[in-house]
């Protein structure tokens, strides 16, 4: 049975001593989040993750979610026990806007306890992280009305959300979306499609849920350039605000699929449902990006999430399996072998989780402080600066941190041999439950050209420019003992530039040189972005070289700059490479 620590000292040296975020303390929220409460909060937090969840996941994967002849869906034994928790805990809307109910916590120490939820049970904090989502859009896009009626209960997790884009012809090409919507006389619209692969589209959680649906009016015109947003509540609401008549929305199936059983993916039928639209007609992506954008972070952080806790039961694994001897000479000659740790190649994968976990959750945390700044500070240019560094880092979290962090639940697996294949253990699961990381919220490859494709390009790059500005700065100014690390991050940080150039020189001849490129690109900005993430831990650790396990800092930076950023210049050679040989065949020659 796998275990799990939540890592409460990581995110406190994160946040303290390398993003020192006692200094945003103008911000709303932040003084109110004291070292003290924040170290309550995570450590709270940790011991619900840790009792609560944790034994919950085997659970749910095992038993899964079912549905029942009348369209209803239960979840599996213990989820909705541990969902109450979760709403009485007030973790769902801990860092939803106070005028609406919620704590108004900094989003930099919500993101680390999402981390937690997600290593610790990925399947159940699945339900709450998606009434985040439609909180975002109906924040950003809904009406006084439509905000007063849904928000409250949304971030207090009584009532579950869901995002419905997906249809069986269509994930990621929005433009061929068929579901209608049809006006009528009381300003309302009915809502007729099928949605699939829907995440918690039913379940027994919650008294309501409330869906947020793209749906195409009708006479709206054809491709993404006509879709709208609707909200589709379960239950409609009565003039009190509360759930009464049932909608004509229903669950028709629950996928059987490879992981995260203990959420429920529904097909969704709407029959005429009743929904009302939020945002401008014609003009849905717009708040589904809001939506989505929150969700790509949190997927991001899921695929960090089960990286780190495939690696504590690796560890834990390398420590107490027997077998052969250290090629240096036996290391425990007692024992009638060697823990396998003591092996260079079990090193090499422990090192490479290791070295990802660290960089990636300050990677993370940087990147939320950036959306605190983004949404609440009284300075235009501040909140500018800080958005673009979210909208060119969303795609880089989401694509780079789940590629990396399924890879890790395989190295993790591999620890364990064959034991690892074994469910009992519990690290097939893992590999299982991160592969979908990859793939929804918009699957990596076109993560990849969003960034490739929009974010670099936009606002004339102004993103990217200030990425570039920061990075080189901070290599600048450098104290020479930092030389073990800033060389290497220097000479990545030519070659992305080399990358970007390369772009803006060869693409406009010939677009397949971008596409066969961005994935990269991507995985070339994301080791650049680690390395710098290593740069400033490495700096915080030698400040502070007289707590314990600062100086496996240094060597654990060490090792990402060498045996890990390398990489880069392979990432290179195949982006410079260009389209040709990629796209040489004829389709029918495969
Ligand atoms: C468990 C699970 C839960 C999900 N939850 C939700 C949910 O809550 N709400 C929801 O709306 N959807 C959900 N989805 C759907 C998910 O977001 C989509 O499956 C995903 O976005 C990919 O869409 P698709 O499956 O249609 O693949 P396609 O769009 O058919 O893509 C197939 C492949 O082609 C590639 N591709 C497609 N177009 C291009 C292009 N232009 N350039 C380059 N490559 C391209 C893709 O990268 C992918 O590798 C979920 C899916 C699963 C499996």
Redesign the pocket.
Known sequence: MPTYRAPVDEVMFLLRDVFHVERYNNLPGFAEASPDIVEAVLAEAAKFCEDVLTPLNRVGDKEGCRRHADGSVTTPPGFKDAYRKLVDGGWVGASAPTEFGGQGLPTVLTQAVREFLYSSNMAFAMYSS?ALGAVAAIYNHGSAEQKARYLPKLISGEWAG?????EPQ????LGQLRCRATPQPDGSYKVTGT???????EHDLTDNIIHLV?ARIDGAPAGTKGISLFIVPKFLLTADGVPGERNAVSCGSI?E?M??HG?A?CAMNYDGATGWLTGEKHRGLYPMFTMMNTARLSVGVQGLAQSEVAYQNAVAYAKDRLAGRAPSGAKFPQKPADPIIVHPDVRRMLMTMRAFNEAARALVLWTALKGDIARRSTDAKEREAADDHMGLMTPVIKGVLTDQGFANTVAAQQIFGGHGYIAEHGMEQFVRDAR?TM????????QA?DLVGRKLPKDGGRALQAFFAEVSGYIKEADAAMAPYVKPLGKALGELREATLWFAQNAPGNPDNV?AGASDYMQLFGLVALGYMWCRIVDAAKANSATAGMDDKLVTGRFFMERMLPATATHLARIKAGAETTMALPADAF
Request: glycine share 18%; hydrophobic share 45%; aromatic share 6%.
């Open positions: 998606l869901t995002m419905n884009l997906t269509c994930g990621t090409d949605k699939i692969f829907i995440s918690a589209g793209l996928e699929k992981g995260i959420n993916t979908i793939i929804f919220e918009g699957a990596n490859g076109i050209l596409g």
